[in-house]
């Protein structure tokens, strides 16, 4: 069986040797989070999480040079708001085969926009030749400790996610040319195919969870797979009730079991996932007057893994698919 | 003319509604030095870098995962000791395309001691899957404002750099199966293939010039292209005198013309190219003593450009030539 991207990372580059070259006391978190935690002083931590976009990997062929700039940044800047974070600046790596002033243009353009919505400044960065491959770093700022990471849910925690799930996986859809039911108007279509290339992170609900969420993340791999994420690192089972899943109105146009194939297996919604303790639930209403849209999807269990219940009693959920790059995975 | 790397990042990036679009209070240096700076406090400023290196541009096809790997850190880290900072973290966005242990294993082997060698901690990235590209960002702290740009160089001062120059280039002749000069033995050989593939990026020498040297950066695209960057950050002529660069005892080795090629011309050395006051000038004894091999090899002038003198007289350098991704150089 071929290693995957996680594996890849566990194995050669989670290492002290790694880890701990440099001043150890600045480095408050590590590997393995949403993001990474840089403490220059004990008042304040910033907050670090790189990533790379590849043509064919990351997005269809099929894309605008604006829409995949914006997307670029918005699945960057996602990784922060699953910290808690405030965006402050990112910087562009951009591999080009070639030139294009046009393509530039709309590139720029695209960033632009998504560095608008996020307020987030370009601050430098690179350009090179090779294929196309877009790096982008992200930096936030977080208050003292008040930060969300993935491992402290705890058992009697309500499970939550803040949006409705599965448009990014009916976008792509539209995207790759499948069909599409004979009753998809167009604004429906257009709201789908927005959300697959112009996901908004999140930024505003997770400076709300910060010091409120026990723990969190954002959905890139899809919400099994992403649980299970959350579940590991928080060493708890989390078990979710299929019939509390959020449905846009748009997707309600696809048959019940694609609908729910989307909303727990597509990727790329870049919602938030997390777990809120009891004594925080009166947040839910006071994010409801705000304007949040975040819905109580199930709770947290002592135990391990995700469970699924459809009705009839909490099922533990074998395959959480979910994409792994290097991974021959099935659902991708 | 196509354009280049320079002047993409001018016409397409360098936008105030790209560089201003999040919190401009903590970004103290967007776009266009060595590399950003973020102040979470008026104490303390982070210094951010990042690259790329693609194969095939920025390192030939025949190489060792190890070295590439080290050299990869080391660039990056090259641009910290550019701005007198001090490296904390790195991420590491690598694309891959396939997974393959053995490789995996040496290239994690070299970064290792790359991050041992620069005292810096690897604290996240991602890796996906695509043509390889290494894409490194590095996190690094100055204290206060000592930070070195590239923007203050004074008429008066003194042109330095942090060591012998051209090794790089003879060691990427010796990497491309060039002829060799019969004399060269197997040391001399040993240290430019050295030079080559694990250049050590002078943070040491770098945290000297902090609040010292009035202007600097890290010679990577050649000593004539990158004194012609300084000389246009701080609006000066820089001459500089032939006689006086830094030759290595086994750059001797190859006829002077060659020399003198490397010298001006190749990229890659990632020594400290720096100006220095006159009233600083005792420094230089100093860092001798303290075994940081410093050279003066010319002087700021009041006017414009790079100036170059063979003995009879500065003459200004029409084609300072450089490597410039996207564009064909000549001499890269």
Redesign the interface.
């Known amino acids: 069986m071929?290693?995957g991207?996680f594996d890849?990372?566990r194995?050669?580059?989670r290492?002290p040797?790694?880890?701990?070259?440099?001043?150890?006391g600045?480095?408050t978190?590590?590997?393995g989070d949403d993001?990474?935690l840089?403490s220059?002083?004990p008042e304040?931590q910033?907050v670090?999480?790189?990533?790379?976009l590849?043509?064919?990997?990351?997005f269809p062929d099929q894309y605008l040079p604006a829409d995949i700039a914006y997307r670029a940044l918005a699945v960057a800047v996602s990784d922060l708001a699953a910290m808690g974070a405030?965006?402050?600046?990112f910087?562009?790596?951009l591999?080009?085969p070639?030139?294009d002033?046009d393509w530039?243009?709309e590139?720029?353009a695209g960033?632009?926009e998504a560095?608008?919505d996020?307020?987030?400044?370009?601050?430098?960065?690179?350009?090179?030749?090779?294929?196309l491959?877009i790096?982008v770093?992200v930096?936030g700022?977080v208050n003292g400790f008040k930060v969300v990471r993935r491992r402290d849910a705890q058992p009697g925690d309500l499970l939550c996610v803040g949006g409705s799930l599965g448009d990014a996986g009916a976008g792509l859809a539209l995207v790759q040319g499948q069909a599409v039911p004979a009753t998809l108007d167009e604004q429906s279509q257009a709201y789908l195919l927005q959300r697959f290339w112009r996901p908004l992170a999140q930024c505003e609900l997770g400076l709300e969870l910060a010091g409120v969420a026990s723990a969190g993340l954002d959905i890139s791999d899809g919400l099994l797979a992403d649980a299970g994420h959350l579940a590991r690192a928080s060493q708890v089972a989390l078990h979710i009730n299929s019939a509390q899943l959020p449905c846009s109105a748009a997707l309600m146009h696809w048959p019940a079991a694609q609908r729910r194939e989307w909303m727990l297996g597509a990727g790329d919604d870049y919602r938030l996932l997390f777990t809120l303790p009891v004594a925080s639930e009166r947040c839910l209403s006071v994010w409801a007057t705000q304007g949040f849209e975040v819905s109580v999807i199930g709770e947290v269990v002592a135990g391990e893994g995700v469970w699924l219940d459809d009705g009839d009693g909490p099922k533990v959920v074998t395959d959480v698919g979910g994409y792994q790059?290097?991974k021959d995975a099935s659902n991708d």
Do not use: M, Y
């Open positions: 071929p290693l991207e890849v990372i194995r050669f580059f290492t040797a790694l880890e701990a070259a440099g001043d150890e600045r480095v978190l590590g590997i993001a990474a840089l220059p002083d304040k910033w670090i999480s790189t990533d790379s590849i043509q064919g990997v990351h405030r965006p402050i600046a910087t562009l790596a591999t080009l070639t030139v002033e530039l243009e590139f720029a960033l632009t560095a608008r996020h307020r987030i400044s370009l601050i430098g960065g690179d350009t090179t030749r090779g294929p491959n790096g770093s930096f700022e790059h290097f």
